[in-house]
């Protein structure tokens, strides 16, 4: 019987362990899991800073509504308004975007922008629509800052806008503010961004900016002058009416200008300018170089102010600077010295080679003094001169007398004294004067107490011709009675002419009364000019009640 064998033992097989899988259930909410974090992770990476602003009031802004805009592109908004602890400003808090990080430094300028209507301008329109937003200007500072304190109002120029900033200095601000306008030749090239006192408070320092490409022409030399209003000017050449725009009329302005011959040379950021109140003013000194002189006069200055103009023959070249009496121990009488600065670079010399002229930048001292005694020799002399016969203003001219006497200029003065010649109407009076001396020295009284002698007498003389007459007529016959006819007729025509209605003798009493007449005349004519020297140009002055 076959030997029975046992079965063969299963052989144990190792199967590969299942991969996991996720029931089809949960694929959506998994795939909703990822995006979520993937959102999150991406909003925590674009998640830019948080900052706070101080405001005066909470007006405009809206929490999650108010956007803030650089260049007018969203960079942030506001998420929180509270009120400060003390209650004098609002506080906001703002989430910037990532790429707005670098422009949150140090002088970074924050502002409401609404609609705002001006005397010059009319900004913010577009909040109408979109309501109010927050203003960002990027400074250039390189210190980052968080917490920053917002301008009561939109700057007047942003830190980016190309052109230079210039400082201008005036006694008062007159009708400047934030915003006016700077002109240059009537092109409106920038405008003022601020102002404040100095330390002491004496003076005004107004900011200004000048935008490109007019910056380059503000040299060294410039001036500025308040262009606003109208300015009316009456003087020796009439009336001159000055504005620069209908804007600057209503709203005020500033002008500039750079004197043909000054310093070209573009002035400096931040330079300091002073302030002209009118455009006269400020051209009245366009060079740098000044001679200063010193005039003496006897006579009254009536109507000369300091800044008058110096006058040679029609050409403006200098002012006064100054009037003061001459107290001097050494003078013989009391006169008045007036300080005059001359401005040599208003008189063009054709250059000559080799040689130095009087009015070139580059005289010797040694040769100015020859020049200027030569010109004194010749006969030039500074006189004063009606300027204005409705104001009666005067000047100082400079002009060539040849009758004048030899003078010179007395260069150990300080400054140098410049010799002088009596003013027209001074002359004028001077002579009224001798005329008045000499009609005084006449003895009108005596010269008609001797008339009336010599009358009386020739009356004698006629009655006593008429006596004998009379005689010669009872003995005379024939023509001797002819011959004494004649005689009493022409005895009687004497008689009439010297009868107290005669035409002589009321000729003679009338001419006499007419010398008196003008020999009062002329005395009062004196008196009024030595009092009031302007009654030739206004005429006579009203008496007051």
Known sequence: MPELTPPALPVATVEKPRRFRIPLVWIIPLVAALIGVFLAARTYYEQGPTITIQFNTGEGLEPGKTRIKYKDVDVGQ???????????????????????????????????????????????????????????????????????????????????????????????????????????????????????????????????????????????????????????????????????????????????????????????????????????????????????????????????????????????????????????????????????????????????PGKTTFFGKDAQSSDLRAFSDQLIANGLRAQLRSGSLVTGQIYVALDFFPAAKPLKIDWNHVPPLFPTQRGSLDELQTTLMRILAKLDKLPLDEIGQDTKKALASLVRTIDEAESLVKRLDGLASGDVRDTVVEARSAIADARKLLASDAPLQQDMRASLQELGRAAQALRHLADTLDRHPEALLRGKPEEKP
């Open 78 to 352: 506001i998420t929180a308004v509270a009120l400060a602890e003390d209650g004098s400003h609002v506080v906001a808090t703002a989430r910037l975007a990532r790429q707005a990080s670098r422009l949150l430094v140090d002088d970074t300028r924050f502002w409401v922008v609404s609609a705002k209507v001006s005397g010059s301008s009319v900004s913010g329109l577009g909040t109408l629509l979109s309501g109010a937003y927050v203003g960002l200007d990027a400074g250039k500072s390189e210190t980052a800052r968080r917490n920053f304190v917002a301008l009561d109002t939109a700057p007047a120029v942003t830190f980016d806008a190309p052109g230079q900033v210039f400082v201008l200095q005036a006694d008062t601000l007159s009708s400047i503010s934030a915003g006016t306008p700077i002109y240059f030749r009537r092109i409106e090239a920038g405008q003022v961004t601020g102002f404040r006192l100095d330390a002491e408070g004496k003076r005004v320092e107004v900011q200004i900016f000048v935008k490109a490409p007019y910056d380059r022409f503000v040299s060294a030399d410039s001036r500025f002058w308040n262009a606003g209003g109208v300015d009316v000017k009456l003087g020796p050449e009439g009336v001159q009416v000055n504005t620069e725009s209908l804007a600057s009329i209503v709203a005020g302005g500033i002008a500039f200008l750079t004197p043909e011959g000054a310093d070209s040379e573009p002035a400096k950021r931040n330079q300091a300018f002073r302030l002209f109140p009118n455009r006269s003013e400020a051209l009245k000194q366009p060079h740098s170089q000044v001679l200063n002189y010193v005039l003496r006069f006897s006579e009254s200055v009536r109507g000369l102010s300091v800044g008058a103009p110096v006058d040679f023959r029609g050409i403006p070249v200098g002012e006064v600077t100054a009037i003061w009496p001459d107290f001097s121990p050494r003078a013989t009488d009391l006169g008045l010295m007036v300080e005059v600065a001359i401005f040599p670079g208003r008189l063009k010399v054709a250059p000559q």
